[in-house]
Each structure stands twice: as structure tokens, then as C-alpha cells.
């Protein structure tokens, strides 16, 4: 019994440091000219920009946390927060969303001008990554 505890932890702490150490892509149609720097990222999916159409992801996934934290420094509350203001005001609406890493990697394959994020295993030849986060 001690044995097989032994090994579902070991199996967990993998698992968990897997999850860590995964990277998010940002990406754009694999034959877009656009090149955004991380600032300019971040004003597209903070509605500062319309350089490109951002397309965002659904749900809080680790994706998703590690994209705003890293691009942003914005969490979960901050970005509703964010937005509420936004919508509040009259001055913007929060991105169109998706449900995950395929869709976002098909709505950025179909045009040049959207750009989203994804978990960098999830990219294929129809895109490009233009920028990684660690």
C-alpha cells in the first residue's frame, strides 16, 4: 500500500511540473506580415489596439493565467475588473472568446489580421508563433 502511494506521488509532482513548466505561444496566420512586440500584445488583448483582431480564450485555463500574467501582469480579477470599467463606460468590449487552444489556432489560421494564445504543443504549420512565454 505505502508502495502505490509512493508512486501516485511521484506520478502527481510530475504531472504538476509538467503543467509549470509548460510554455504559451502567441501566435498569428502563418503568413501574416504582422510582428507585435509583447507591448503591442498586450494592447490588443487589453482593447488598446486594433492592429489585429485578438481572439481570447473562454475559460481561467493555465494557458490563459500564464498569458495575461506574463503579458499583462493582470490575474483573473483584475482583467474582469478591467473590462467591467470598460463596458461600464462605454469604451470597449472585451475580446471575442473561444473555447480552446484548436479553435483559437483555426480562427487564427482562417484570416491575417487575428492573433491569439495557445499552449505552444497545440501550434501547427497554419501559424505562426511570433512570440513565447516561458
Known amino acids: 500500500m505505502k508502495q502505490i502511494v509512493r508512486i501516485f506521488l511521484a506520478a502527481s509532482s510530475l504531472t ?8 504559451v505561444a502567441v501566435i498569428i496566420n ?11 500584445v498586450a494592447n490588443i488583448f487589453l482593447g488598446k489596439s486594433k492592429s489585429l483582431k485578438g481572439v481570447d480564450q473562454k475559460d481561467w485555463t493555465p494557458t490563459k493565467e500564464k498569458f495575461y500574467s506574463a503579458v499583462t501582469s493582470k490575474d ?3 482583467l474582469k475588473s ?3 470599467g470598460l463596458v461600464f463606460t462605454g469604451k470597449g468590449q472585451p475580446l471575442p472568446s473561444v ?12 484570416a491575417d489580421d487575428v492573433i491569439g494564445y495557445v499552449d505552444k504543443s497545440a501550434v501547427t504549420d497554419n501559424v505562426k508563433v511570433i512570440l513565447t512565454l516561458p
Open 16 to 23: 504538476v511540473t509538467a503543467v509549470a513548466q509548460a510554455e
Open 99 to 110: 473555447l480552446g487552444d484548436a479553435e483559437v489556432v483555426e480562427k487564427v489560421s482562417s
Open 76 to 78: 483573473e480579477a483584475q
Open 82 to 84: 478591467y473590462w467591467s
Open 30 to 40: 502563418a503568413g501574416s506580415s504582422a510582428a507585435p512586440t509583447q507591448a503591442e
